[in-house]
């Protein structure tokens, strides 16, 4: 099936939305002057010490939203580039009166410089784009992206990886993750097929439409 833009119908949100559950960071000020951001961890976005997840193009929103409701002694943190979506993502918070999510627009590589060690329990990266149209270039999967995964976990903490994308998954994901031995799979399985979870995210629905079944994987960082 090809790939096309998602259409979204949303407005940016009010100053108050935005002040409570959106961040808006510029690439260019990160790259330059990272020190110029707050450590992305639950001290500095939530005013506490509770657990900390990240997703990683995290999209509309709607399943950070679902575990942020189901587990509010955790804080939970979605970066994306695309901002309607996230615009989304903030309203669903809202309406949810969530209050400990927070969604920044910035691309993943960027943020990298913000994440304290050993600081987020669990990675959630969920159907990312394959890129492609321009392989090999702006793609978050990659063998930095598992160095900084591994920076950031907490001992035992978890990474989580789902797509729809055949080639992504067996050619690129499988592989880097099975030879690294930081990382031990949490299931028996050599991979999973199949995302049984209360609320499914909108790529999830979409590719389980068209027949496509989410290829999964879950590790966590040894030590
Ligand atoms: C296919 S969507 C999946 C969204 C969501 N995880 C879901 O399951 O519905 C991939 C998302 O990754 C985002 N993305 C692409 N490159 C990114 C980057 N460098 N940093 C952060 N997000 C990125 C896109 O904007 C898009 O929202």
């Known amino acids: 099936m090809p790939r096309r833009a998602i259409r979204l119908k949303t407005k940016a949100p009010s100053p108050e939305l935005a002040q409570k559950y959106f961040r808006h960071w510029s690439q260019g000020e990160l790259y330059q002057h990272p020190e110029h951001f707050p450590r992305l961890a639950s001290p500095a976005f939530f005013g506490n010490e509770c657990p900390l997840d990240l997703e990683i193009g ?123 031995r930081r990382f031990t799979p949490l299931h028996e399985e050599r991979y999973l097929v199949g995302y049984e979870v209360a609320l499914k995210s909108r790529y999830q629905k979409m590719w389980e439409k068209h027949e496509v079944p989410p290829l999964r994987l879950e590790v966590k960082k040894n030590g």
Request: net charge negative; with cysteine; hydrophobic share 45%.
């Open 58 to 180: 995290c999209g509309t929103g709607e399943f950070l939203c679902w575990l942020a409701a189901q587990e509010p002694e955790v804080n939970f943190v979605g970066v994306d580039v695309f901002a309607k979506a996230l615009y989304k993502g903030v309203e669903e918070a809202s309406e949810m009166g969530l209050e400990n999510i927070v969604f920044i627009r910035a691309p993943i590589q960027f943020v990298y410089p913000v994440l304290p060690d050993n600081a987020i329990r669990t990675i959630y990266m969920h159907y990312p784009d394959p890129h492609l149209r321009a392989r090999g270039q702006h793609k978050i999967f990659n063998s930095p992206f598992l160095d900084e995964v591994h920076r950031v976990l907490e001992p035992g903490g978890t990474l989580s990886l789902v797509t729809d994308h055949e080639a992504l998954f067996f050619e690129e994901i499988l592989p880097m993750v099975e030879a690294d």
